[in-house]
């Protein structure tokens, strides 16, 4: 019985369980075997075959964006659209076959922008090219999902079902679970909020299945034994995921409230090239990006020439893009800009910068 059949049997009897107080512990446990044999499946077979064409592209740029879909939806036209790059567009399905960078300027930085080819159902388990396409979108910054507006929800559903199965967790925060394996000493089990979902029973027997006897696990929030699970085996993704929403002049005005009023959503039209600038505001939002100008002494800032960084930068962190010895020279920064509480503010190596900001650099 290959690791395949068996994914699907667990799937069957889960979905044939009443779920209740009796059956979670059984649920538990069919779902961490499951956890297992999917990971199994993900790891490359030992015998190598003949070597292929590359598929994954180097990374550039300040940021990183994957397209992904279901063939024909419009991510090469958007492509096309966004960046200088022309990704071949045809009415026919599977006309992308290997991974297409493009590069977006906006506000000064640059995001590469990963056309890859059309997701197909079962994609998790390699069918057309699938688990290079999730492999290369596992690496990318945000998420962007293509979804055709004329076809309803089904694709959003199916293509969160293959995501979830390779372990790519869309718009969610990392579990606040504490796990330690041990090399003595049994199960120490501790929690600091009430549980409703998971019991030191259950946690144990989930344990258990991966051959785990020593470890210390705290729970600091209210986790599933699905979170849980993803804490063991530690290889998870959680990234941000935009749902796009292409060919919104087919369908009616009403439809297009409805779904432009769904969490993380944006409806565009790349045949009529409606709300694009919308999309790329919400883009720079989800990639949590800023700029910062810098400023020599007695001159005015140089705004044509922005360092691109990510929200929560340190002024340590912006000398070591200037220079990696500048840090060690630093005596203090005069910056401008709404992380001060007056302008110019004297601040040290710690002070958090914002968007927009300017900043002089004084050396010892």
């Known amino acids: ?127 057309g090219r699938g688990r290079q396409v999730i492999a290369v979108a596992r690496t990318a910054d945000v998420v962007i999902m293509m979804l055709d507006a004329t076809k309803g929800d089904v694709q959003r559903a199916l293509l969160e079902k293959e995501l979830e199965s390779v372990g790519i967790r869309l718009n969610r925060e990392k579990p606040n679970i504490y796990f330690k394996q041990k090399k003595g000493g049994g199960l120490s089990y501790n929690s600091t909020v009430p549980l409703t979902h998971c019991s030191e029973k259950l946690v144990q027997l989930i344990l258990h299945e991966y051959k785990i006897f020593n470890a210390e696990v705290l729970f600091r929030e209210d986790s599933t034994p699905d979170e849980f699970i993803d804490v063991i085996v530690g290889n998870r993704v959680y990234m941000p995921c935009l749902y796009v929403y292409n060919k919104v002049d087919q369908i009616s005005i009403e439809e297009v409230d409805r779904l432009a009023h769904r969490p993380h959503s944006v409806v565009i039209s790349c045949g009529m090239k409606l709300n694009l600038d919308y999309l790329l505001e919400t883009l720079w939002e989800y990639l949590a990006l800023i700029c910062i100008f810098t400023k020599k002494r007695g001159e005015r800032p140089d705004f044509a020439d922005a360092i691109i960084m990510r929200r929560g930068a340190s002024v340590e962190h912006v000398c070591h893009r200037i220079h990696r010895t500048l840090a060690s020279q630093f005596k203090y920064a005069l910056v401008w800009g709404t992380s001060t509480k007056y302008s110019p503010q004297r601040v040290g190596l710690t002070h958090i910068m914002e968007h927009e900001d300017v900043i002089q650099i004084v050396k010892k």
């Open 1 to 127: 019985m290959g690791i395949l059949e068996k994914i699907s049997e667990i799937e069957r009897e889960i979905s044939r369980t009443q779920k209740n107080k009796a059956t979670e512990y059984h649920l538990g446990l069919l779902k961490a075997k499951l956890a297992k044999y999917r990971s199994q499946l993900l790891e490359p077979s030992k015998s190598a075959g003949a070597k292929g064409e590359g598929f994954d592209v180097m990374k550039s740029g300040d940021a990183r964006v994957a397209l992904i879909g279901f063939p024909s939806v419009g991510k090469s036209t958007f492509l096309s659209l966004m960046t200088s790059t022309a990704s071949e567009a045809a009415s026919y399905e599977f006309t992308t076959l290997t991974c297409i960078p493009g590069v977006i300027e906006y506000k000064g930085a640059n995001i590469q922008l990963l056309d890859l080819p059309g997701i197909i159902e079962g994609a998790a388990q390699g069918k």
